[in-house]
Structures are given as structure tokens and as C-alpha cells.
């Protein structure tokens, strides 16, 4: 049973516009939420987070929404760049578990 | 700032071969972990370290065993591969106190034939 789930597997966008990845949950114990990027051989790479005391957490063109209710966060780059185009990750965790549990990732291409 | 190292970067190995993939980390991180990558699945957790001295399993535990030597080293050791561990292998570590994550090393790929 998938608990993360990335239910679209690619999206493209055009430079400059808004790029949006979305993530559901089932475990409603997950308590910490992260975003991963990875590029082609090399290992994933720390993006934001959110705690589930939160609802948005903002890092420069990265935004990381929460929705409780219904399990789903979204991350938002404004403005999408050529160098965003890697594979995204959903994760999360409930603290304490030293396990975190990720979702199949999607592949964001940026087209110049 | 090495952060967290693999060892090797590649690997083939026949079947029923053994194999240990190595992992240090030089932040003086608690938490250790290794995961495995294949597609369409994900990062799936294979074992992990809280603290040196204790390791736990992890979603897909079948099949390996772990040894965390240290506070930096943690390895995964395949005892007889099978073409079903064909994949990619990370290892990441994380310190308590990091609200930012965990750093993950540039992986193994490991295919067995």
C-alpha cells in the first residue's frame, strides 16, 4: 500500500511560467513533509520542507503548500528555469520514525 | 565537504556472488540509512542506524544484511545476489537536530546477472 503518492509520473512546462507538483498522503501520523530533486546519477538533493503545523513554506522561487484535510501538498517554482528539469520526490515522515517514506517521483522538464 | 560517500560507483556481479557497499559520512550525523532505487518505485528503505551500534529494517529488508562499524560507516551486504537486487542503492544520513533533511550520497549502481 503506497502511503506517498506522485500520481503523475512527468510534466512539462514552458520557462517562466509556473510549475506545479502535487503529492497525496495516507498516513495521517506523517507529521513532516520534504521535497527532493534529482538529477540523472547523482544521489537526491534536499529542497524545502513543512512541518504540519504549517500550510506554506516559501524558500526564494520554491513554495511547499499543506493541506491536512485532505492529505495533499503541492510544491510551486516561480518562475520555472531550463535547470529545474530533474526528477522530484515527495517524502514524509512521522517524527520520530527515523523512516521516510517516498513517493515515485516526477520527471519535470523545463523547456527553454 | 565530502558529506556522504559510496563505494564503488558501480558494480556487476554473477549470481549467488556476495558484495559489501560501502558508506561513510563525515558530518558527524546520528542517523544512517540505506535505500534502493528502481523505476517507477521510488526510494524504497532497505535498513537504518539511529544511533551508532543499533540498526533496524527498513520496507525491503529480504536479502541484505547491514553493519554500522562506526558513527561514520555504514555498509550493506549482499550475501548471494539475485537478479531482483538489480538496482540503483543510496545511503543518506541525517543528524537529529536537521530540520533539513537528509544528505544522501551519489549512489551504487548495482546490476546482477
Known amino acids: 500500500d503506497q502511503q506517498v503518492k506522485q500520481n503523475s509520473p512527468s510534466l512539462s512546462v514552458q520557462e517562466g511560467r509556473i510549475s506545479i507538483l502535487n503529492c497525496d498522503y495516507t498516513n495521517s501520523m506523517f507529521d513532516y513533509f520534504l521535497w527532493y530533486k534529482k538529477y540523472p546519477a547523482e544521489g537526491p538533493t534536499f529542497l524545502i520542507s513543512?512541518?504540519?503545523?504549517?500550510d506554506k513554506n516559501e524558500d526564494g522561487r520554491f513554495t511547499v503548500f499543506l493541506n491536512k484535510s485532505a492529505k495533499h501538498l503541492s510544491l510551486h517554482i516561480v518562475p520555472s528555469q531550463p535547470g529545474d528539469s530533474a526528477v522530484y520526490f515527495c517524502a514524509a515522515e512521522q517524527g520520530g520514525s527515523e523512516k521516510l517514506v517516498f513517493g515515485k517521483g516526477m520527471k519535470l522538464t523545463v523547456n527553454p | 565537504n565530502a558529506g556522504v560517500t559510496q563505494n564503488p560507483k558501480f558494480q556487476v556481479l554473477k549470481t549467488g556472488q556476495s558484495m559489501t557497499l560501502q558508506c561513510a559520512q563525515d558530518m558527524n550525523h546520528n542517523s544512517m540509512y540505506w535505500y534502493r532505487q528502481d523505476p517507477g518505485m521510488g526510494l524504497r528503505l532497505i535498513y537504518y542506524s539511529a544511533s551508532e551500534g543499533t540498526t533496524d529494517k527498513g520496507e525491503v529488508p529480504n536479502g541484505y544484511n547491514v553493519s554500522r562499524l562506526n558513527k561514520r560507516e555504514f555498509s550493506l551486504r549482499l550475501e548471494s545476489a539475485a537478479p531482483s537486487q538489480t538496482s540503483v542503492y543510496f545511503c543518506?544520513?541525517?543528524?537529529?537536530?536537521?530540520?533539513?533533511?537528509?544528505?544522501f550520497g551519489s549512489g551504487t549502481r548495482l546490476t546482477v546477472v
Open positions: 513543512i512541518s504540519s503545523i504549517k
Open positions: 543518506a544520513s541525517r543528524s537529529r537536530l536537521d530540520t533539513y533533511g537528509y544528505t
